[in-house]
């Protein structure tokens, strides 16, 4: 329970006091009014003794009482009604709230920290009220009537008859069976006469006088003479008097109540002069009964029917009446006591005094031993007897009933003078005056006499007060007996059907468990008596509960709290709102951010509910904002009766400042970090042939990998503009703006071109909400031209302005729990700075839009306007956190966010607009396949643009044609054919022999030193004038990997005019191919062993081909030809077909291979180019009836790409040390002699039947032959990957490795030939030995001096050799040494002896080489890879 003002011992004593009743004469009346109080009322505040009182027990032992405090109050006839004292209660308990400001306490259980308020007034105020509203029963005295004080006045005509008068209205209330209201404690009530003398009208003498004559009359004891009212009351209040009665009467207790004359609802002003006040007493002035100025009919606690609460609609508590306010006001312009000095509060103080020491306590303390003497008496007959033969001979009690049937009903009923209440008599008499050991013996006894006779209800009275008694005792003799207040709770309740004095067992009970800290058991007993009959008890009851599980030794949160929300939902039925809404709010603290999910939404809810009620509407908003924005475990139904509850809220909010700045809404989400911004025009649709360039949309997902590309192509076309160094000022063009991007510049738009905003919205919760009126927000600082600001701040635009065009989108559905984006568009009309500050709509949900089985949703919901329910308008901000700074020391210790400005674009001036349109552009192809597509460019801005140029990292898959490709025609035969190649017909004599032509790399823009991957796009004026377009060809070759390629193509171009912020733009294109595989082309070439050259000069070379069509028939190609062989090359040429076979068409269906040898000769010299030029000599062996020259446009131009990409590639180059120069200097001119640069180009056709329609595809394939005996393939060949092996640890030796050629190098130095007859006929009969001569050429390849050695010693040692050839010897000298200059041919005429018949090897002879001007000898054996045999006969 919570703290209370008062400590248990305290409060006890003081909720039951001696009562004592006051009858005034009308006259005295009056005197009091003068002070706008009644006579009760004017004792009030001095009701409490200020002095120790002493009184002596039965046993003749004095006994101290201290603080005594006695209640006087006006007789009232009529008990008071539960209605009213019900709205009483609630009336007290809605007029006491937490104080302002308050400062709550804070505990801390776990790791909860919780405010929350210690103290409880409003309960403090119920519990003294409830217990001063106690109505008064027969099976208990403590509030019957022990004394009446009977008040008449000195300035009456008759005051001593007066005095009659009144005692015997006295007697007759008392002792009248017509009144059965109030109670009198015993037959002989004290009787007190008390005269009033108004000290300021009235007269001294006479009032001393009457005083005199009361006094032969009444005797000292029994009255007293009272001088009030010092002061008149119209003179000017100079002195401030304290005004002790405020306190009493604002507390709305009983005797407040008695303000109203007809009930409490109904408020009626006396029609006499002192009609502004009220009448505080339920004394009526007019009214008369028996010539007596009373009117004791009606109770201050009755209600008349129309207000009776029992009838109202809310339940009992719910009593609406205003009458708590309506007393304040009347309370408030009152001054209580104006009459009054501080010498007339001494006076009542004494008066009080006087009449409890000289009147009360010896009345009580003779009553108490009347009352013993008759208990000893009573004690002295057999206890059993007594017990037995009183059952019997009773003859005034009921008769005896079956224990069931006592059971059932409360029991007996004693007649007042019956032994056992006497007893009961007595113990409440000395619980009144704190002797609590005779009470406790008393009540013990009382107690097993009302058990035997089955009379519970007294039983459970006498065992509620024996236990508090127990508890009272001073040195506590006994423990608290819980058990009887248990008993008596459950007999109350259970059995008499009493819950009021149920209600009162469990508050005294509960304190005194609190006194002992036995917290648990005061909640047990506090929840217990929670019932459906009093909402405003329960919650009271509920709430002191909660307090108990708070304040125990280890608190109980999750108990407290949900105590407090049992407590908060019976305060709201109660109609307590602000008590509820308070209950809600501190449970809110131990519910919040701990993930109970539907428990956060009920209280958000209810407090949502109750702020509203209380108009506390910022209040409601945020409970019901959220409800809406935590991730919601609710149902449909439940979330949108959320939403609706806070839309309905929140447009009440918005109505009372409708000029206001917009609401911040809490729904949908937007998640910020997620808005892209993007800078341009939408792109176009494809139109039929026509398809635009992919540039950059909103559509597409951003990859980092690819934006990487296109920066780096970006930066390669900036540095070959910019004569090969990029600028300091340069960043990369970035048209869309993400979470990826780099935010930290502001972003430049171009004024007339679209700026949009796509924002991420997500619906949380699962109904649908529809946004209407949706656009953005911005501000925006126009430049003039002179770029001088214009502070012009521009919030939210509506209509059609100037500066900016803003894009509203109608209706924007987003359905239960989907995320969605919503593109925004603004369109700038002038340069400046804009600002996206966020977007603005009409929140609403929609009625009644079903979809049933996903079939049947209403039509209007996605076509036509939806039928909002109920929408309001607000905004949300776009605000995005920039990147975590991590750069400097500073930054990585704390945590700092840079900058992102994709919402604050700076709008520039006009900008040149290109658009690139691809028209017949294929998606598949063959692998090396050729096909002529069109490019248009337009441009549609205002601007002229120029300096366009076209980047691509696969420069080698398109071309725009060399130079001369405009200026020569296209033949008739290829256009007849749709070729794409430029064709010469020739005639057939030509055929395999080569047509020779020539051209130069310059003329295909690939010149040494130049990018390659950066190519100009020839326009024709190299300027496209604003609305203007023009329409190249575009040549395009299938990769050669087959598979899906994505070749990205960067479009650059500047304007005429330069601009100082944007230097040039770019457009981008991905064209996505995807290739098949047609041939597989390998080459190799070797040195011709024939010397008969047309020169008489060592320097053919044999070209063997093979192409083999890999193609799998799925493209629907049926053969290929292959139409022509050519050669491109700087030094070398194809001379002629070495045809295979006489089959002149070479065609090669799926899977076959086709071989083809060709001989090559050197150029002439007039033919070699010179070092630096870029002349290449083409050579074409045709096999068909046409010449495709391959020095025209498109094959030469993929055929230099083919070159370009080649050498991009990486060659491992031996590192040469200074002094190792000369052995360098060998190798590399070793090196060059097995170095060919001859580069083959295979052109074809491919038959395809596709839709029953045969067409006729063609294409190139590339071999680049490098080194002799080297096999070269047209397409890369895949790389085995190695096989894993263990990881070995070493220590790298500094060893360098010795600069050797390789052995083929040295192979290719001296080319050897052997010239014997084929067959040598014999006569071996004749002559054993037969000789046969033998010609050795030795040919030097390199351009050096080399020493030769020839070795004729060597004997083939290997045992199959022997067996297959058989052995032979040289005869002559053995060994020769040479010297061959540069490229000469030498002879050496040698002899071969042979002593049988058979097949010889005359390769025999090892050749050994070196270079004349080294001292490094490189020697290796030249063995001829061939055989040489020749054939023995005997004849």
Known sequence: MAQCVQSVQELIPDSFVPCVAALCSDEAERLTRLNHLSFAELLKPFSRLTSEVHMRDPNNQLHVIKNLKIAVSNIITQPPQPGAIRKLLNDVVSGSQPAEGLVANVITAGDYDLNISATTPWFESYRETFLQSMPASDHEFLNHYLACMLVASSSEAEPVEQFSKLSQEQHRIQHNSDFS????????????????????????????????????????????????????SNRASDEQIPDPWSQYLQKNSIQNQESYEDGPCTITSNKNSDSNLLSLDGLDNEVKVDGLPNNFRAHPLQLDSSSDPSNSIDGPDHVKSASLHETKKANTGIIHGACLTLTDHDRIRQFIQEFTFRGLLPHIEKTIRQLNDQLISRKGLSRSLFSATKKWFSGS?????????????????????????????????????????????????????????????????????????????????????????????????????????????????????????????????????????????????????????????????????????????????????????????????????????????????????????????????????????????????????????????????????????????????????????????????ADGEKQAATHVS????????????????????VAVVNRGVIPSSFHPTQYCLNSYSDNSRFPLAVVEEPVTVEVAFRNPLKVPLLLTDLSLLWKFQPKDSSGKDNEEVKELVTGEPEMIGTEVISEFLINSEESKVARLKLFPHHIGDLHVLGVVYNLGTIQGCVTVDGIDALPRCHTGKHSLSMSVRGRQDLEIQGPRLNNTKEEKTSIKYGPDRRLDPIITEEMPLLEVFFIHFPTGLLCGEIRKAYVEFVNVSKCPLTGLKVVSKRPEFFTFGGNTAVLTPLSPSASENCSAYKTV?????????????????????????????????????????????????????????????????????????????????????????????????????????????????????????????????????????????????KHWKLQKSVNLSENKDAKLASREKGKFCFKAIRCKEKEVATQFSEKYTFADIIFGNEQIVSSASPCADFFYRSLSSELKKPQAQPSVHAEK?????????????????????????????????????????????????????????????????????????????????????????????????????HPFHQKSLCLVPVTLLLSNCSKADVDVIVDLRHKTTSPEALEIHGSFTWLGQTQYKLQLKSQEIHSLQLKACFVHTGVYNLGTPRVFAKLSDQVTVFETSQQNSMPALIIINNV
């Open 181 to 232: 209201y109030p109670k009198w404690f015993i037959p002989n009530t004290l009787k007190y006469y008390v005269l009033l003398h108004d000290v300021s009208a009235g007269d001294e003498q006479r009032a001393e006088s009457i005083y005199e004559e009361m006094k032969q009359k009444y005797g000292t004891q029994g009255c007293y003479l009272l001088k009030i009212n010092s002061r008149t």
């Open 397 to 685: 009690k009921v008769p005896e009933k079956s224990i069931n049937e006592l059971k059932n009903t409360s029991g007996l009923l004693y007649p007042p003078e019956a032994p056992e209440l006497q007893i009961r008599k007595m113990a409440d008499l000395c619980f009144l005056v704190q002797h609590y050991d005779l009470a406790y013996s008393c009540y013990h006894t009382a107690k097993k006499d009302f058990l035997n006779d089955q009379a519970m209800l007294y039983a459970a009275g006498a065992l509620e007060m024996a236990a508090v008694s127990a508890f009272l005792q001073p040195g506590a003799p006994r423990p608290y007996p819980a058990h009887y207040m248990d008993t008596a709770i459950q007999t109350y309740r259970d059995i008499c059907k009493n819950m009021v004095l149920a209600e009162r067992c469990v508050l005294l009970s509960a304190e005194i468990l609190k006194s002992q800290s036995k917290y648990s058991e005061a909640a047990a007993l506090l929840i217990r008596l929670t019932s459906e009959d009093s909402d405003l008890r329960s919650a009271l009851l509920l709430e002191q509960a909660a307090h108990c599980f708070i304040n125990m030794k280890s608190p109980m949160v999750r108990k407290y709290a949900f105590h407090m929300i049992l407590a908060g939902h019976r305060f709201s039925k109660a109609g307590q709102k602000k008590h509820a809404l308070r209950c809600y709010c501190q449970a809110m603290q131990v519910y919040k951010g701990k993930g109970w999910s539907l428990a956060e939404d009920h209280i958000n809810f209810t407090i949502g509910r109750q702020s509203y009620t209380l108009r506390q509407l910022d209040n409601a908003v945020s409970a019901f904002r959220h409800i809406l924005i935590n991730e919601s475990k609710q149902s449909a139904a439940q979330q949108g009766a959320f939403l609706r509850e806070y839309l309905y809220v929140y447009k009440n909010v918005s109505q009372l400042s409708p000029d206001g700045p917009l609401p911040q809404l809490p729904l949908p989400y937007i998640n910020s970090s997620a808005t892209r911004v993007f800078f341009g025009h939408d792109r176009r649709p």
């Open 698 to 717: 909103l559509d597409q997902e951003y990859d980092s990998e690819s934006s990487q590309q296109w920066r780096e192509l970006e930066e390669q076309v």
């Open 985 to 1129: 017909v020739t005639d057939s004599t030509s055929v395999c022999t080569a047509l020779i032509s020539s051209a130069s790399s310059v003329d295909f823009g690939i010149g040494i030193g130049s990018q390659p991957e950066v190519i100009p796009v020839p326009l024709p004026d190299t300027v496209l004038l604003p609305g203007t377009s023009v329409q190249l060809p575009m040549w395009l070759r299938g990769p050669d990997e087959e598979g899906v390629h994505e070749i990205n193509f960067l479009f650059y171009y500047e304007s005429v005019k330069k601009q100082p912020k944007i230097r040039h733009r770019i457009l981008r294109h991905t064209a996505v191919i995807c290739t098949s595989r047609s041939l597989n082309v390998r080459a190799t070439v070797c040195r011709s062993n024939s010397l008969e050259d047309e020169e008489g000069r060592g320097g053919n070379m044999l070209v063997f081909v093979d192409v083999e069509n890999t193609n799998t028939s799925e493209a629907g190609v049926k053969e290929f030809h292959i139409v022509q062989v050519s050669s491109g090359s």
């Open 1221 to 1321: 120069q000369s052995i360098g200097d060998a190798v590399r001119l070793i090196q060059k002699c097995s170095e060919v640069d001859l580069n083959i180009v295979v052109l074809w056709k491919a038959y395809v039947v596709e839709d029953s329609k045969q067409l006729i595809l063609e294409g190139q394939h590339h071999v680049i032959l490098h080194t002799i005996g080297k096999e070269a393939f047209s397409c890369p060949q895949k790389q085995e990957p190695p096989e894993m092996e263990l990881l070995k640890f070493f220590r790298p030796e500094n060893t360098t490795v010795p600069l050797r050629p390789s052995v083929e190098q040295l192979s290719n130095l001296i080319k050897t030939s052997l010239h014997y007859p084929e067959s040598f006929n």
